[in-house]
């Protein structure tokens, strides 16, 4: 029998592979509906509405809706195979192909509006119902409203925190009670695996049993809000929304050399506990930030011009965090080879405010390119009025084909001293070498070889100063409201401003000497701002819970979801702008909370009433991310390297392409680091990362998918690195003296944080026997032994408990 076969016979004695999804159908993708309103509907409503809109339907079809469409033209034909743009009739006649009626048909359409309807019906052809709102203005949506804090609800039972008195009184109004209490063990997991993204270890849960007090679990939590994985694991939740990469992607897939200081500043910021609204305020106009407050912050001081920069000022290294926090604005993938050198500059524009719009504010601005918003009460002159701040900012040296990104120089005097005294030195050589040619002595030909090699030597390992991807101030431009979004139908200039919607009629002029960015980010941070606070304390909740208050994480507007607990949200959003934007008092409020504690246990009449649990009234199981899993693997095994910090590209150099001359991408994920230092290459995400669902980095995603495949199941049993961690985690149990009954203590203990129950112990055992005889073939007693222990760790971390969150 095959060691493989042997592995599933173990793990089928006490766990199962998969577990199913029982998830609900979610709603269109943010990106399908951008997609499409930016892409698709524009191009509908040019080349198609004249014959198959609303007023004139030509061979009995319609394209004006998904109803529609579906439905077809009076041949009965459907239009698409939805999936497969080759086999579908829509894109057969657009491509004038033989047999079919030519669409349109007086001019084929381009290439690149062909490619876009390929895409569209390869996603499926998507068509989003246009938000109506029966009887209530658009501007009066929930969302836009000003926050308020509500008064804390009356309940019969008695709340253990305000938190819990809106969640209990929803519950009590349905007739149901929250599930009992979590047990300890199954606290600290879900804890230590929120907070930092890593199991307990056993020494951590023991001295949590053993702590009676009433502070036991806030002792905990303190604890893990201190530890340097607290800013790992959430700042990478943050680099979700940021669409973090290390390569550009799209058609010139080059890397992104330095974005990993951005990342570094996001992991500081998230374990210094910067106020959220500093947070924000830096990643959008961080360079402004700088000069507004004199160049300094409190450890900085003044030692020189800095070459290539505008500023009279250098830096001090601990704090550059305004500079690169730009980054945020400058890591997005970019079209580089776009012929049409305008078309590329409002595409970059484009992206960047789509990104800031679904970030920050959770609304899709990216919609109103084109048109007006078809859902949102966001015109296109709204778009116009912020691309104008984002045209006015620099994040490009050039347009040109292939075009480069702006980097903000970061030397420091002893960087600069040390590139004075080299090209100083260079220098010398090169004018002793020119002293000499020419001679043809024999000592002059030797000094001369003599310094040529040491000029070659010199000017390969030329310092290079440090720099980051972020933005600066460019050129200040308002710009013309795009017909159709393109740049060769200008219309009239829209002064720059932000959404009506939110910022009203009367606004005050932007500066015309500056491209309005700090204004931008200071609006955005103003308390009565009704969505930038509310946005990030729904990302934080549906980190802890799985689902936030608000589903649609990404999209606040009107074909968002509404909030199942609505003066919760306006509550949490209250006090975490009075408490200073602290994201770790955030955390705090939330999990000493009653309703974090709750276990998930299985209650009938509240399970036939809410079978979504939108009342909250029991935790939500949950899977790991991809970066958890990997990284708990290692963790358990005692290989995981804590080393922070640092290049994620050591293959190439930063701007030059990550695929070779063979197209191989040859970055390698072999480190034992945290995952979040591990590359993130667009176009080709690291294997592991797409198995266990890592969002797309190209675009921002608060709500990451949770898929169940066999794949998942067979990367247990087959991959290099759950292998290696099998036999690690194998030593770490055969490490001290104990029989086999104690090293199956140790390893439910590393690996699930509890006891095994005796029939567990007893079928591990079992397992192991079966297993050295397996490898009967091996002589050496303490190999084979290992072997086969490895076998069993391996079976243990293939079972759902290792992978999921009670």
Known sequence: MSLRIRLLAVLSLFCVIARPSTAADPPLPPEDVRFFETRVRPLLIEKCFKCHGPAKQKGELRLDSAEAIKKGGGSGNPLFVAGKPDDSLLLRAVRHADGVEKMPPDGQLKDAEIADLAAWVKRGAPFPVAAKVVGSDPAKHWAFQPVLRPEIPKTKDQPSTPLDAFVLAKLEAAGLKPAPPADKRTLIRRATFDLTGLPPTPEEVE???????????????????????????????????????????????????????????????????????????????GDLLWKVEGGRMKDEKKVGPTRGSDSSFILHPSSFDPVVATGFLALGPKVLAEPDEKKMELDIVDEQLDTFGRTVMGLTLGCARCHDHKFDPVSAADYYGLAGVFISTKTMEHFKKVARWHEN?????????????????????????????????????????????????????????????????????????????????????????????????????????????????????????????????????????????????????????????????????????????????????????????????????AATADPDNRLLWRANGRRLEAEAVRDSLLAVGGLLDRTAGGPALTHVKNRDYIFDHTSKDKTTYASDRRSVY?????????????????????????????????????????????????????????????????????????????????????????????????????????????????????????????????
């Open 207 to 285: 001295a949590f049993l053993k702590d009676t007090s009433t502070e036991a679990f806030t002792k905990v939590v303190d604890r893990l809000l201190a530890s340097p994985a607290y800013g790992e694991r959430w700042g990478r939740h943050w680099l979700d929304v940021a669409r973090y990469a290390d390569s550009n992607g799209l058609d010139e897939n080059t890397a992104h050399g330095n974005a990993w200081r951005y990342r570094d500043y996001v992991i500081k910021g998230f374990n210094a506990d910067k106020p959220y609204d500093r947070f924000l305020l830096e990643q959008v106009a």
């Open 678 to 806: 591990l590359p993130v290459i667009r176009n080709n995400l690291y294997d592991v990362f797409q198995l266990f669902d890592a969002p797309d980095p190209a675009v921002p995603n608060g709500d990451r998918a949770t898929t169940t495949v066999p794949t998942q199941a067979l990367f247990f049993l087959n991959s290099e690195l759950a292998a290696r961690a099998a036999d690690a985690l194998a030593g770490r149990v055969l490490a001290g003296n104990l029989d086999d009954s104690g090293r199956v203590r140790v390893l439910f203990a590393l690996a699930y944080g509890r006891p095994p129950t005796a029939k567990e112990v007893e079928r591990v055992t079992a397992g192991v026997a079966t297993f050295e005889q397996e490898f009967a073939t091996e002589t050496n007693a303490a190999k084979r032994q290992r072997k086969a222990w490895a076998a069993v760790c391996q079976a243990v971390l293939a079972a759902n408990e290792f992978v999921h969150l009670n």
């Open 409 to 605: 120089p970061l030397a420091t005097a002893d960087d600069l001293k040390r590139k004075a005294e080299h090209d100083a030195a260079v220098a010398k050589l090169k004018g002793r070498i020119k002293e000499l040619t020419g001679k043809n002595d024999d000592p002059a030909k030797a000094e001369l070889k003599t310094l040529q090699a040491e000029l070659a030597t010199r000017e390969k390992t030329a310092p290079e100063l440090p720099s980051a991807m972020g933005a600066t101030e460019g050129k200040t431009s308002d710009v013309p409201l795009l017909r159709r979004g393109n740049h060769l139908t200008p219309g009239a200039v829209v002064a720059r401003r932000f959404p009506v919607v939110l910022a009203g009629e009367k606004q005050p002029s932007l500066p015309k000497d500056q491209s309005g960015r700090l204004e931008l980010a200071k609006w955005l941070i103003d308390p009565k701002h009704p969505l930038t606070a509310r946005v990030m304390v729904n990302r934080v909740w549906r980190w802890h819970f799985g689902k936030g208050l608000v589903r649609s994480v990404d999209n606040f507007g009107l074909i968002g979801e509404k909030p199942t607990h609505p003066e919760l949200l306006d509550y949490l959003a209250s006090e975490f702008v009075r408490d200073g934007w602290s994201l770790k008092k955030l955390h705090k409020r939330l999990m000493l909370s009653a309703t974090y504690q709750l276990s998930s246990a299985h209650d009938l009449k």
